[in-house]
């Protein structure tokens, strides 16, 4: 990769994988701490979409590549960029918006403005409209109802905007045609991880329910749900006693409450990211339900569900690191480059023993002393 001449750039580059590397060089770490850091292999394939009925290949970030003369352009362009998100009430979203908008700003593309939907499609669909209006080259955004909002994408694309999707993409959109890419955490692989360790926490028997998001197009949802079920039905002494469904993170508490109340014996829940998950311990404290939770994403705060042993093990994200990836991605577009359909981050494994050091893997930043002071020594 030549980024000679343009030094901010490489180094928002570096920062995807400093703060592994590091660790894994880190002699003061456990070595189950390290095992836990090493990325997992990609799947082999990601949403299916018109075109690529069984998904399109799952290519590394790795391939986003610039020449001098490429970055040179970029400065030259006078490029700008809309964001057009679900929510920003989460950790997650709010590195993505960070990983996008500073290496936008290292490659010299100006953010027009992000909007938040506040987890209302009807909301981003009038979002999406406004960003329509202000006419910027790209738009990054990750639909909260693939379905419904499908048109609205349509007319952004129709409008000679280029979409980079975060995670999703809206139903009957084309790559390569009706958007440059999506990127995507390995979304299966987290919710298969983190659901087999539920299993060996109650022993490989028992009662577990899942909740997830109600909207049956949201692929990296679906993906999660789909790797649960795969990693439950590995064990036939398992039995999936639920499936509950919620049309917004706050929900979860309600969907929890009546999950647990109608089936005493469950031994615990994985829910499809840590905002929602965080209800669900909230609604079993409430019942007095002694259960296990595990979970996808971390941030700062759900970092403190971690170190307190409310959620045992987390498949996690790398927002930060896939809004590198899309702001690369959309780059190459603007310049005329082909652009992989599907661009994949791997799985990065969190417990307890590894919390701190997966932690600054997620976020590029040291964990806040609140979490370094409830794990008492017994995080790295």
């Given at each position: 990769?030549?980024?000679?001449?343009?030094?901010?750039?490489?180094?928002?580059?570096?920062?995807?994988?400093?703060?592994?590397?590091?660790?894994?060089?880190?002699?003061?770490?456990?070595?189950?701490?390290?095992?836990?850091?090493?990325?997992?292999?990609?799947?082999?394939?990601?949403?299916?979409?018109?075109?690529?009925?069984?998904?399109?290949?799952?290519?590394?970030?790795?391939?986003?590549?610039?020449?001098?003369?490429?970055?040179?352009?970029?400065?030259?362009?006078?490029?700008?960029?809309?964001?057009?998100?679900?929510?920003?009430?989460?950790?997650w979203p709010q590195l993505q918006v960070a990983g996008i908008s500073n290496t936008l700003k290292d490659l010299g593309i100006?953010?027009?403005g992000t909007t938040d939907a506040k987890f209302q499609p009807g909301q981003q669909i009038s979002d999406l409209e406004q960003m329509i209006a202000r006419k910027p080259d790209v738009i990054f955004s990750i639909p909260?109802?693939?379905?419904?909002?499908?048109?609205?994408?349509?007319?952004?694309?129709?409008?000679?905007?280029?979409?980079?999707?975060?995670?999703?993409?809206?139903?009957?959109?084309?790559?390569?045609?009706?958007?440059?890419t999506v990127?995507?955490?390995?979304?299966?692989?987290?919710?298969y991880f983190a659901a087999q360790e539920l299993v060996g926490a109650i022993g490989g028997k028992g009662e577990v329910g899942i909740i997830t998001l109600v909207y049956d197009y949201y692929y990296s949802v679906a993906a999660r749900k789909v790797g649960a079920l795969k990693a439950f039905g590995e064990h036939p002494d398992i039995k999936v006693a639920d499936v509950g469904t919620f049309t917004a993170p706050e929900?979860?508490?309600?969907?929890?409450?009546?999950?647990?109340?109608?089936?005493?014996?469950?031994?615990?829940?994985?829910?499809?990211?840590?905002?929602?998950a965080q209800q669900v311990v909230a609604a079993a404290k409430t019942l007095g339900r002694d259960i296990v939770v595990t979970t996808n994403d971390i941030a700062a705060d759900s970092a403190l569900n971690v170190a307190r042993g409310e959620f045992l093990a987390v498949g996690a994200q790398r927002p930060y690191d896939q809004g590198v990836a899309e702001a690369k991605a959309a780059a190459l577009a603007l310049l005329?480059?082909?652009?992989?359909?599907?661009?994949?981050?791997?799985?990065?494994?969190?417990?307890?023993?590894?919390?701190?050091?997966a932690l600054k893997e997620v976020t590029k930043e040291d964990a806040p002393a609140s979490v370094v002071k409830i794990c008492n020594g017994e995080c790295f």
């Open positions: 990769m030549h980024y000679r001449g343009f030094m901010a750039a490489a180094l928002a580059l570096a920062l995807s994988g400093l703060a592994a590397s590091s660790a894994l060089a880190d002699d003061t770490i456990p070595p189950e701490a390290k095992a836990l850091l090493e990325p997992l292999p990609l799947s082999p394939r990601g949403q299916p979409v018109p075109g690529f009925p069984d998904g399109p290949p799952a290519v590394s970030p790795d391939v986003l590549k610039f020449s001098d003369q490429d970055l040179a352009k970029l400065k030259a362009g006078k490029f700008t960029a809309g964001l057009v998100m679900h929510t920003m009430d989460a950790g100006e953010v027009v909260i109802d693939p379905k419904s909002e499908s048109e609205a994408y349509k007319k952004a694309a129709a409008a000679g905007i280029k979409l980079v999707f975060m995670d999703n993409v809206p139903v009957d959109m084309a790559p390569g045609k009706d958007y440059v990127v995507a955490s390995d979304n299966e692989k987290n919710a929900k979860a508490y309600e969907v929890a409450t009546a999950m647990l109340t109608a089936h005493p014996d469950m031994k615990g829940i994985f829910v499809a990211w840590d905002t929602p005329g480059h082909d652009v992989p359909p599907y661009i994949s981050v791997p799985t990065l494994r969190v417990k307890k023993l590894d919390l701190l050091s």
